[in-house]
């Protein structure tokens, strides 16, 4: 009986180390690398805002087909808009956020980035 308990214990622990280890071997990972995710991530919102708030606001397009106009690869982008603003928000969640504007005379403009 007793061997029979400690042999189901040992199951129960034997998945616990390795798990363990990939979740650390993942954060190492991320803060690696956290520095280029941030400035692919930033690049990628900020070309989405602005081609997004282009094609709505200077197109005339709806902002569901301006979504089809994004490269190949840009999946995890979300654009939503301030029509009242004439602006596109473009974001990465927990990650990067970038608007343009629609400024007359001007066309879609950036907003300046945070450090």
Request: with cysteine.
């Amino acid at each position: 009986m007793a061997t029979a308990k400690q042999g189901r214990t040992r199951g129960r622990i034997g998945w616990r180390k390795p798990l363990a280890v990939l979740v650390l071997i993942g954060v190492a990972a991320v803060w690696y690398y956290a520095e280029p995710i941030r400035g692919y991530s930033q690049t990628a919102t900020a070309y989405a805002a602005k081609n997004a708030c282009s094609c709505r606001h200077i197109g005339g397009r709806a902002l569901d087909s301006c979504k089809d106009d994004l490269l190949p690869g840009m999946g995890l982008v979300f654009l939503g808009e301030d029509e009242a603003q004439q602006s596109v928000t473009a974001r990465i969640p927990l990650v990067a956020s970038t608007t343009a504007q629609h400024r007359e005379g001007f066309g879609c403009v950036l907003e300046p980035w945070e450090s």
